[in-house]
């Protein structure tokens, strides 16, 4: 389980420049600014400070546990400054390094060896070539990303396989009064994959429900095995993006993994309980029914409305989605009947179920 990724004691940020538009030094101010519930340790050999924070030329001169390290060096230099991580103990990497595998065979070949190296030392690594991860428990409020503001608290999980694009839907989210409980950059998902977070999420009291942005699957039945069971107790929604031929071209060299066809995909989200939103709004819009409604105990339906074209587009939907919309029964249908004003009519209206319900 990935469950210490969001409740560090202590992290360090490797690559914490001094020049404020370096990645390394954007992320150490976002935890500092946070503020992160813990210390936080600068990794720059060239700098006894970054910012208000005292530097150390390596992980192994802070001479304390670490346990979660954020590397932000280049790509050459990235295999080296894990292994140390792995000396000092940290548990968990974000490698927001690029370079690796969207980038050509020499990089997939450096990243099979970076991944190869985390197994071995029984470490934990997000990315590489993400935006980092934050969590809004107010006994960790850590933000190692390039969220430019912490989102409010709140129950929803937010997974992203493009950084660029999950730190704008954490934006949408605040101006939408939308809480996070966490947030993951997935980047090439060469360790932890989405399937991880939604186990986690799966575990995890603080997240209600799941919302993922996804270009492509790295192992489609491992997906449908843990989103089966998780989606039984916990609603996960998805924008899945590559669905034209161009667009499955350009998720495979962004995120270096088979964006698979559409058809397959919509199957896929269907066998596993995947709600499919069209659009970021759309994804938002189911969102905000999760927030404030409990899930349909079962299948049955009842439209209430002032008018009857809407009723008849509710019926409609509910029908596409496998729900049945069944007759009152006659003294429900008296009791509607006396209670409303003369000009209300109670519409009786009836759709079996779907075939795959029978």
Not at 18 to 45: H, K, S, W
Not at 310 to 326: F, K, Q, T, W
């Amino acid at each position: 389980m990935i469950n210490g990724l969001f409740s560090p004691g202590s992290i360090a940020v490797a690559g914490a420049s001094r020049d404020r538009r370096a990645v390394g030094r954007r992320i150490l101010d976002a935890l500092v600014e946070g503020p992160f519930e813990g210390p936080v340790y600068a990794i720059n050999p060239a700098a006894t400070h970054v910012g208000s924070v005292p530097a150390h030329p390596s992980l192994s001169a802070i001479g304390k546990p670490v346990d979660l390290v954020v590397v932000a060096v280049p790509a050459k230099l990235v295999h080296e400054v894990v292994a140390e991580a792995a000396d000092v103990g940290a548990g968990h990497v974000v490698v927001v390094s690029a370079g690796f595998a969207e980038s050509g065979d020499e990089g997939r070949a450096a990243q099979d060896e970076l991944a190869a190296l985390v197994a071995e030392r029984g470490m934990r690594m997000v990315g590489p070539n993400c935006l980092g991860v934050l969590a809004t428990d107010p006994e960790v409020n850590m933000n190692a990303s390039f969220a430019p503001e912490m989102p409010p608290v709140g129950n929803f999980g937010l997974a992203s396989q493009s950084g660029a694009l999950g730190i704008a839907i954490i934006e949408l989210a605040r101006r939408l009064g939308l809480g996070l409980s966490n947030f993951v950059s997935l980047g090439n998902q060469a360790d932890i994959t989405v399937s991880d977070l939604i186990e986690f999420w799966g575990t995890d009291p603080a997240t209600g429900a799941g919302l993922l942005y996804l270009e492509s699957f790295t192992d489609p039945a491992r997906f449908r095995q843990v989103a089966t069971e998780t989606s039984r107790q916990l609603p996960l929604v998805m924008v899945k993006s590559g669905t034209t031929s161009a667009g499955s071209r350009a998720a495979s060299s962004h995120t270096a993994a088979l964006a698979g066809s559409d058809t397959a995909v919509e199957a896929l989200l269907e066998q596993s309980g995947v709600i499919r939103a069209a659009s970021l709004e759309h994804m938002f819009g189911i969102a905000r029914i999760l927030c404030s409604q409990p899930r349909p105990k079962g299948r049955r339906a009842a439209v209430v409305t002032n008018s009857g074209g809407p009723g008849v587009l509710c019926v409609d939907a509910l029908l596409r989605a496998n729900y049945s919309v069944e007759p009152l029964s006659d003294e429900a249908s008296a009791e509607l009947a006396r209670q409303l004003p003369a000009a209300a009519s109670v519409c009786l209206l009836y759709t079996s179920p779907s075939p795959r319900d029978s």
